[in-house]
């Protein structure tokens, strides 16, 4: 058990909708990555928050977007959701060891 | 832009057969080399991080080794259980790129008794 957690765990819905993935970084891990996974692309970094703030971006969507909370947790938004956007979804959370756990994933199927 | 490749794609190997994975990488400068392990449908549980040419780590029958241009991931006696697919990453020291992994497709290790 890596201390991240991310619901839900299943996601089925159809094109053109929109969906919310959330995520519980470790206990005191200010830093929150979301990486998409899917059988062609591999794992693909999407967006990195720290402490709140947007810090990077790799190829995410402009359908896609994020944000972090007080209580730190990240919530990753998809809207105008297209079959391609089926995928796992992994948040990780960094603390200050520059180590990277992931959580389980969301499973995400667009119908 | 970061690179990174794996080899083989897959691997059968027998109870026991010792064997090594490859992880070739390009990054303009490198903060760290990290493998993991990804059992289906589940996340990637971290298993090392290198740093710099000539460091070697170890875990159970797991050695890690890096160079200026790749990391060997070395598996000795392997049983069943270490069946799952490894994954291995860069992280770029430098600009904009701050954490983020950058991750090869894999190894798919599967371990016969």
């Known amino acids: 058990d890596s201390g991240v957690t991310q619901t839900p765990k299943h996601l089925i819905t159809a094109t053109g909708q929109r969906v919310t993935l959330r995520c519980s970084p470790r206990s005191g891990d200010l830093s929150v990555y979301w990486y998409q996974q899917s059988l062609d692309q591999g794992l693909q970094f999407l967006i990195q928050y720290y402490n709140g703030e947007e810090r990077a971006k790799g190829n995410i969507l402009e359908r896609f977007s994020a944000q972090q909370f007080p209580d730190l947790h990240s919530e990753l938004n998809l809207s105008s959701l297209e079959l391609g956007d089926s995928a796992l979804y992994f948040c990780?959370?960094?603390?200050?060891?520059?180590?990277?756990?992931f959580g389980p994933g969301t499973r995400l199927t667009v119908l | 832009e970061d690179q990174v490749t794996q080899s083989p794609e897959a691997l059968r190997l027998q109870e026991g057969e010792s064997s090594s994975l490859n992880c070739s990488y390009t990054v303009s400068g490198l903060r760290g080399l990290f493998w993991y392990r990804q059992d289906p449908g589940k996340g990637p549980e971290f298993l090392f991080t290198?740093?710099?040419a000539g460091e070697e780590k170890e875990k159970e029958r797991l050695k890690a080794t890096l160079t200026k241009k790749e990391s060997f991931l070395h598996i000795t006696a392997p049983k069943p259980e270490d069946s799952a697919t490894y994954l291995c990453a860069v992280q770029n020291a430098g600009g904009t790129s701050y954490g983020k992994l950058t991750f090869g497709q894999g190894t798919i290790l599967t371990v016969h008794p």
């Open positions: 290198l740093y710099s």
């Open positions: 990780a959370s960094e603390g200050t060891s520059d180590t990277q756990y």
